[in-house]
Structure formats: structure tokens, C-alpha cells
Nanobody, 118 residues
């Protein structure tokens, strides 16, 4: 089992920046991929950005050039730096973990709400 705790959400204005953090604990030796996903009201959960243990990252087209995902393996923490936030970035952001040997994100944190006012 892997436990995840997110922090850093809040209410900001369009154009502002915000950084989310997600700390992992438990069977962290099994953690390969870590990522951020978001779900807007009435919408399905979508990938925002993921990063593997070696630092290779993938971004959704909607956030490329504005968001940066990073990972501190020593602290078992993944970060999401969000710049130039837009109203449409408003969503519930969740951190997920993909263990070695799987293709799915199976561990999830409680999530944190990001609200961007226009």
C-alpha cells in the first residue's frame, strides 16, 4: 500500500501561479510513476502530468508550457508548478501512483481543490 497526501490547492486569480505537492509513504519502493490528474465538475478525471522515477515527464496539451511536474525521490514527493493559471484550470486535483509492473495508477490521494477566478 502507498499513502498519498496532497497540499497546495486554493483560490487564485487568472494569471497567478500555484504549486501543488504530494507526499508518498508506505511501500514507496514500489513506486514508479507519479502523476497529477484533475476532475472538473461534471467531467471525467483527466491526466495533467506524469513523471517516472528517472524524471521523464508527460503533459496534457492543455497545460504544456504552463505547468511543470517535478519529483524529489529522496523525499518521495511530486510537485506540480502551475503558472499562468486559467479559469478552465479550475478542478479537483489528485495525485496518483503507478507501481512497478503495472500500467495503471492505482493509489490515489484525497485531492485538493484549485479554483481560478477570471
Amino acid at each position: 500500500q502507498v499513502q498519498l497526501v496532497e497540499s497546495g490547492g486554493g483560490l487564485v486569480q487568472a494569471g497567478d501561479s500555484l504549486t501543488l505537492s504530494c507526499a508518498a509513504s508506505g511501500r514507496i519502493e514500489n513506486v514508479h510513476g507519479m502523476g497529477w490528474f484533475r476532475q472538473a465538475p461534471g467531467r471525467q478525471r483527466l491526466l495533467v502530468a506524469t513523471i517516472n522515477r528517472s524524471g521523464s515527464a508527460i503533459y496534457a496539451d492543455a497545460v504544456k508550457g504552463r505547468f511543470t511536474i517535478s519529483r524529489d525521490n529522496a523525499k518521495n514527493t511530486v510537485y506540480l508548478q502551475m503558472d499562468n493559471l486559467k479559469f478552465e484550470d479550475t478542478a479537483f486535483y489528485s495525485c496518483g501512483v503507478r507501481p512497478y509492473g503495472t500500467s495503471d495508477y492505482i493509489y490515489w490521494g484525497q485531492g485538493t481543490l484549485v479554483t481560478v477566478s477570471s
